[in-house]
């Protein structure tokens, strides 16, 4: 079987490395010719992805895993070609299908009759069979039952990757029965885990959506809940522990907002078409979590952060990742900004080039100089055992995440405050 796998990212070139391991013939293709390059020395040019390195190296070593620029030629040659490349937002929070039509444009050009076509990248509803397929066809001069399309949503997290891939149900759902067939029979060859086929692409388009929403909606629940907790003097944590010792109660954590490329796009993706008030409403409040935290951490200083150098850790969203894109770090900055604070930041993962092209100004750990106060925005591995008497100057210690243990910050001789903490 020869696959072509377009989109070599964070999610891609586990997938191909995974298909080429289970003995598939598989084509990496990525505009990125770097990425191609690395790929075809043997090199993993994804870092934080464990068990990724040595798949490359394995697949590349048995002649099974390739990479090329030349997506037409790679989708030519193939099988089956999937495909996973970026499907965001623009500014104005409406869905941006540029990268997703350029892979579309470049794989019609080699697409061949009964190729195996499945699109992995989350989207709105619909697009695989109207806006994807329709494309594929015209581009490729076939009718949409020349070839199989089907759609399968990726639910894997990067970081945990092959963990993910060996456990989580794959959901699959074809334009028509042949093609939910034949994407269910090529998962069943790659993959461990169990495939569940539903009734369409659509239904699996929906499901991604779907679960994401339901992550974004109860952190914003639990957001909501812990605002109240405060007033009340109650702590969210205890409560919501004790809620979800009954088994319908599945509170989540509160925390300073949802980042990333996934969870706080994809709701959009719903409300473009559908206008959901709780899934809009979800979003504003994870969006203002930040603003609101700052707004706690000002209060420590009499309200007035004016001048304030104030060390957040973490750039990335969550902890143990690289990557930004719409983390809460960039949201607490600007927050802290408009009280007239200097925001500094740290993340092991980033270079101090990489942050500083974020706008934001790169700090060491412990800081070279004294810092009014702390706050903790991404929970990497390196902050769970924080050696807080380096942290010189510094207050108070906002534990954006519930992480810290209370009484070991306020042992270091600053005040501690947390999200759903009165
Ligand atoms: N990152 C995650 O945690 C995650 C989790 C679940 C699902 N996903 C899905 O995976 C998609 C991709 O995410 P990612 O993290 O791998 O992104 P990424 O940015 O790491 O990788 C995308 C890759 O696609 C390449 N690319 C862009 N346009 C292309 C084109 N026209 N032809 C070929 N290659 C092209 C880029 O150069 C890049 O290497 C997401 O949009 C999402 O739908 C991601």
Same mark, same amino acid.
Do not use: H
């Given at each position: 079987m020869r696959v072509a796998v377009v989109g070599l990212g964070k999610i891609g070139l586990p997938l191909a490395a995974q298909y080429a391991v289970k003995g598939a013939s598989v084509i990496g293709c990525d505009i990125n010719p770097e990425v191609a390059g690395a790929v075809n020395a043997?090199?993993?040019?994804?870092?934080?992805?464990?068990g990724l390195p040595e798949a490359v190296a394995q697949a590349h070593a048995a002649g099974r895993l390739r990479a090329t620029t030349d997506t037409p030629a790679a989708a030519a040659e193939s099988n089956v070609v999937v495909v996973i490349v970026r499907v965001g937002i623009d500014e104005a929070n409406h869905t941006d299908l540029s990268n997703l039509d350029a892979a579309t444009k470049a794989i019609a050009r080699g697409l061949r009759p009964d190729t195996l076509v499945i699109l992995e990248s989350t989207v709105p509803v619909g697009v695989t069979r109207s806006h994807f397929g329709r494309r594929l066809a015209e581009g490729s001069g /076939?009718? !949409?039952? &020349?070839f199989r399309l089907a759609y399968s949503p990726e639910r894997v997290s990067s970081g945990t990757m092959f963990r993910d891939l060996a456990t989580y149900p794959k959901v699959v759902g074809g334009i028509d029965a042949a093609s939910g067939e034949a994407a269910r029979a090529f998962y069943e060859q790659v993959l461990d885990a169990e495939v569940l086929l539903v009734a369409d692409a659509e239904t699996a388009e929906f499901a991604k959506l779907a679960e994401s929403i339901y992550r974004d909606v109860n952190i914003a629940l639990a957001n909501e809940l812990a605002i109240a907790a405060e007033a009340l003097g109650v702590s969210y944590k205890a409560a919501a522990a004790a809620s979800n010792s009954q088994p319908y109660s599945h509170l989540h954590a509160p925390g300073l907002g949802v980042g990333g490329h996934c969870i706080p796009v994809y709701p959009y993706f719903l409300i473009e078409a559908s206008g959901q008030p709780i899934v809009s409403l979800s979003r504003q409040i994870n969006d203002s979590m930040a603003a609101y935290a700052v707004d706690k951490l000002a209060a420590a200083f009499d309200g007035n952060l004016a001048g304030r150098r104030v060390l957040i850790l973490g !750039?990335? @969203?969550?902890?143990?990742?690289k990557e930004a894109t719409l983390s809460s770090a960039l949201l607490v900055a600007d927050a802290l900004r408009q009280r007239g604070a200097r925001p500094l930041i740290h993340d092991p993962l980033f270079t101090a080039t990489e942050i500083e092209s974020y706008g934001l100004e790169a700090a060491d750990l412990p800081p070279s100089e004294p810092v009014d106060a702390v706050i903790l925005q991404a929970l990497h591995p390196? @902050?769970? &055992? /924080? &050696?807080?008497?380096? !942290?010189?100057?510094?207050r108070v210690f906002l534990d954006g995440r519930g992480a810290m243990d209370h009484a070991r910050v306020q042992a270091a001789g600053m005040r501690y405050i947390g999200i759903g903490v009165g």
């Open positions: 043997g090199a993993c040019p994804i870092g934080g992805e464990p /076939l009718s !949409l039952t &020349d !750039l990335a @969203y969550r902890g143990g990742v390196e @902050y769970k &055992d /924080l &050696d807080l008497s380096a !942290l010189k100057g510094c």
